[in-house]
């Protein structure tokens, strides 16, 4: 289908194939941007059901709007076709992130586990039930955001069932008990199974549970009591490592109450590691290093696994050695005095290392080449390997302007994160402000957004910088969010500046045509102007300049072209239709 017409969406590309049809990226013809457009397969178009759960999905995508899901654009027909657009995200699914870069830090898991959190609460709050959580339906964008994609089996609990009975969907790899079985009933707490597996991948870079068949998986799911990540990760908080086997309890009941609470969880693991506090920790120990990965149904006893050990037993009178292998005994004293050797080198080595710890110059440069990284990831490392060694060991170096100026590049990522919770229309228990400076930015994001919208960025500018008027710098609770503040008024003035930049330039465009007897083309330019910018209140004074009376007052827009009128399409846009991309957000 590519180069074809889907309604209002031109197709461009392959995003992925799956059971049920393609995702294509498109280009929408009515706003320009990018789309991802799901179609149906010929086949299954004509099964009921198949066709029912392809529908579904795109009423259940079209009630959602969170940051953390795919957000819909439009749902339709055309010429037999049956397709709903949604987003496009730019970035790459968790699935190939554990691929290309293997098992994640654990700040980072807990980073990414709570926007999939909200993002499963959010359905559960609105009687959703996703059924398919799993590595490749989690995408990444390249600034750390998930966005939680394919609803094609979700389970609207207040909906008719449409699976059928005995039937089991879902993919064994991340299936809880209860989804196999099909006792007790499939509910939210389902999903935190799957959550507590991904989890566990993310963190050792497998499965919990491998075997060669579907059968064998789920059997494991079943029966075999979930392992723990410490025994495959050499550092993890004792709470995460907990909370990972908590979720893949095999009793719904023994799980926790909701995704909300497993938030606040890592939430807690989160900020204590933010404030500096001790975290405890499990350190593995080398006898919890499996070298033998665990697989479903075939895992190797450990008595029958190598040693370098001899073990002697007697039977019968006789001894018999129950080694696979044993050491020459010409070679054991040099392997002996080896390892002497190499336990003095590594103990040396930490004492040098104790004892001449990094230089400054050493640290800071380290930290400036992950600072000049796009990714928030990268900060995250500078800070805790390089500027709080450097500022602790060396506390009047040079460098305190660019090191606190990082610092501020790095709490204002954090904090425009967590102004996106308080920007929501949907309140939340996320979306609460904790203090006054949230409540402050709540208030005055209303404010400015208002006016932006109505065209006035002048007084949006006005409210940003009364907001950073009311905050302190020295406030440890205050500055984030007079950071935010200074940027939104920066970037709005920008936004002035080169607005009013460009009018100015169609305008003296105007002139010049009308000096040249071009009047027609001279009008047809002011028309122009008129239609696209007279709404805004920054540019009024330049038409004023330019010889012409003020524009007048705005009106509503004329509806975009329905795609409805198209005699092939009958396509049904979504709240967003015309919205942001990712990268707006």
């Known amino acids: ?108 898991i807990v980073e990414l586990a709570i926007q999939i959190c909200e993002a499963l609460h959010y359905a559960h709050e609105h009687g959703v039930v996703h059924r398919d959580l799993k590595p490749s339906n989690l995408m990444v964008t390249e600034k750390g955001q998930v966005k ?44 935190l199974y799957a959550l507590g597996v991904v989890l566990y991948q993310m963190l050792t870079g497998r499965p919990p549970f491998e075997g060669s068949s579907a059968v064998v998986l789920m059997h494991a799911h079943m029966n075999q009591p979930p392992p723990r990540p410490s025994a495959k990760v050499a550092e993890i908080p004792v709470a995460l490592d907990k909370l990972v086997v908590q979720l893949m309890a095999k009793d719904p009941t023994d799980r926790p109450w909701d995704a909300a609470a497993v938030a606040v969880n890592l939430a807690e693991i989160r900020d204590r590691a933010s404030r500096g506090e001790t975290v405890p920790m499990v350190w593995a120990t080398e006898g919890d290093q499996e070298v033998f990965p665990t697989r479903a149904g075939t895992e190797l006893p450990r008595a029958d696994r190598p040693t370098v050990d001899a073990k002697v037993t007697k039977a019968k009178g006789k001894s018999k050695s129950k080694a696979r292998f044993r050491l020459p005994e010409l ?166 500046f080169e607005r009013r930049r460009f009018v100015a330039e169609l305008l003296q465009r105007a002139l010049q045509a009308e000096r040249l007897g071009q009047s027609t083309e001279a009008e047809r330019i002011r028309s122009d102007v008129k239609s696209r910018y007279a709404k805004y209140t920054d540019v009024k004074d330049l038409f004023l300049t330019f010889g012409m009376e003020e524009p007048p007052a705005t009106t509503a827009p004329a509806p975009a072209p329905s795609a409805a009128s198209e005699p092939t399409t009958n396509e049904t846009p979504g709240p967003d239709a015309g919205g942001s991309t990712v990268k707006d957000q």
């Open 1 to 108: 289908m590519i180069g074809e017409k889907l309604g209002s969406f031109q197709v461009e590309a392959i995003l992925g194939t799956g059971a049920m049809g393609v995702v294509y990226r498109a280009i929408s013809e009515t706003t320009g941007k990018l789309a991802a457009v799901k179609v149906i397969s010929g086949e299954l178009s004509q099964k009921s059901k198949s066709y029912e759960r392809f529908r579904r999905e795109a009423e259940i995508l079209k009630q959602f709007r969170h940051p953390n899901i795919v957000r819909f654009l439009a749902v339709g027909r055309s010429q037999g076709t049956s397709y709903f657009a949604m987003e496009y995200v730019a970035g790459q699914t968790l699935e190939q992130l554990l691929q290309s870069k293997g098992p994640r830090p654990w700040r980072e």
């Open 148 to 191: 939680l994609t394919d609803f094609g089996i979700a389970k609207d609990l207040d909906a008719t069932a449409l699976t059928a009975t005995g039937r089991t969907l879902g993919t064994a790899a991340y299936m809880a008990p209860e989804q196999i079985r099909g006792t007790p009933e499939v509910s939210h707490k389902t999903d």
């Open 331 to 496: 070679n054991r004293g040099l392997f002996e005095a080896l390892g002497m050797f190499l336990a003095l080198v590594a103990i040396g080595g930490f004492i040098g290392y104790m004892l001449w710890p990094p230089s400054a110059p050493y640290l800071y440069r380290q930290a400036e080449l992950l600072m000049a990284s796009e990714h928030p990831r990268d900060w995250e490392t500078a800070r805790e390997e390089y500027l709080d060694p450097l500022d602790r060991r060396f506390a009047n170096h040079p460098y305190k302007k660019t090191t606190n100026a990082w610092r501020d590049k790095l709490l204002l990522y954090r904090t425009e994160e967590r102004g996106r919770y308080l920007e929501s229309p949907h309140p939340t228990r996320f979306s609460e402000p904790k203090n006054s400076a949230e409540n402050d930015y709540q208030a005055f994001f209303n404010l400015a957004a208002k006016a932006s919208k109505e065209g006035d960025d002048l007084s949006a500018v006005k409210y940003w910088e009364e907001m950073a008027g009311k905050l302190h710098a020295d406030n440890a609770t205050e500055r984030p969010w007079l950071l935010v503040a200074r940027k939104r008024v920066d970037d709005l003035k920008k936004t002035i």
